[in-house]
């Protein structure tokens, strides 16, 4: 159950309105699309003047229950992490100053966050409360292995289970547990052997300036994961069952065959959830003073 549904229904639009952007073009929903899994299915994310962002955008549902947002952990929640996209110069590029000017101009959101909140004064606080009050709600719940767990036997095939029991005897619950089945710990990728790749993310040591946690990444969720490619955090990776082969051998120094590959492939695809679904949201009309965009500027 929602806690706040009309708090909720404000951060849906906000989470769909374009004028959070300099463009006038981007949203939230751009980089975590709710029609693909809560993800771009991008190598890297599109920003501001047709820039290609650093990283692979995790995906926005189930988000709820990592420790921290971003894949190096810097938002501490969901409120935190709505905040950095609208004023980063590589993504929508606004401020938050003129965020709050473009929503305080715009009557229609004037009444709804007085409703909300009690005050027809709009600050960026509250349109980032808002927007992770929507996310909050993106949870993807009764996958077929969450049905299974609940006693349906026939929710899973044979080769399905055998890809659970591989997953688990093999190890990667270390990292991978919980409700999400992610998201709840840092990692280093590449354990067993260096993991090559051309990004230039260091991970967990560009928060903590500690060279010991250079590499180290939020693991990430595997709900919905068949629907969430490409994979990891610099989106190399475009296929589960060569994700499946990677992790295998870089961190638990283990060379899956084909068979027990497919039957890992086969279970992960059993956690895909119920998608959220809701209509579009009906964005309140610009008034003569809104900030016009400058999509080149």
Not at 42 to 70: C, D, R, Y
Request: with cysteine; aromatic share 8%; glycine share 8%.
């Amino acid at each position: 159950m929602v806690e706040n549904p009309a708090m909720a229904e404000l951060g849906k639009k906000l989470f769909f309105d374009p004028r959070l952007s300099k463009s006038g073009f981007i949203s939230c929903n751009s980089c975590h699309n709710l029609s693909m899994g809560g993800s771009d299915n991008l190598k890297t994310s599109i920003g501001h003047n047709w820039q290609e962002g650093p990283i692979n955008a995790p995906t926005v549902l189930n988000s709820s229950m990592n420790l921290a947002q971003f894949w190096d952990g810097r938002a501490k929640d969901l409120k935190e992490q709505a905040g950095g996209p609208i004023a980063n110069p590589g993504e929508m590029a606004l401020t938050h100053e003129l965020a709050v000017d473009v929503v305080q101009s715009i009557p229609g959101y004037v009444a709804e966050f007085n409703k909300v909140f009690g005050s027809k004064k709009i600050t960026i606080d509250d349109i980032t409360t808002a927007i992770a009050a929507f996310e909050e709600t993106l949870v993807t719940p009764n996958s077929r292995f969450d049905k299974w767990l609940m006693g349906d036997e026939k929710a899973l095939t044979e080769i399905e289970i055998a890809g659970y029991k591989l997953f688990k005897n093999s190890g990667c619950v270390a990292c991978h547990n919980g409700s999400a089945i992610g998201g709840n710990s840092y990692q280093k990728i590449g354990l067993i052997e260096p993991y090559k790749t051309s990004n230039k993310m260091e991970g967990r040591a560009a928060v903590t300036g500690k060279d010991a946690d250079r590499f180290m990444f939020k693991v990430p969720t595997l709900r919905n994961v068949d629907m969430t490619y490409p994979y990891f955090h610099d989106g190399e990776v475009t296929t589960l069952k060569e994700a499946v082969d990677i992790m295998g051998r870089l961190q638990l120094g283990r060379k899956y065959n084909n068979k027990e590959n497919a039957r890992i492939v086969a279970f992960l695809k059993t956690l895909t959830g119920d998608q959220p679904s809701f209509k579009l949201p009906v964005l309140p009309p610009s008034s003569d003073k809104t900030p016009q965009p400058k999509p080149f500027g």
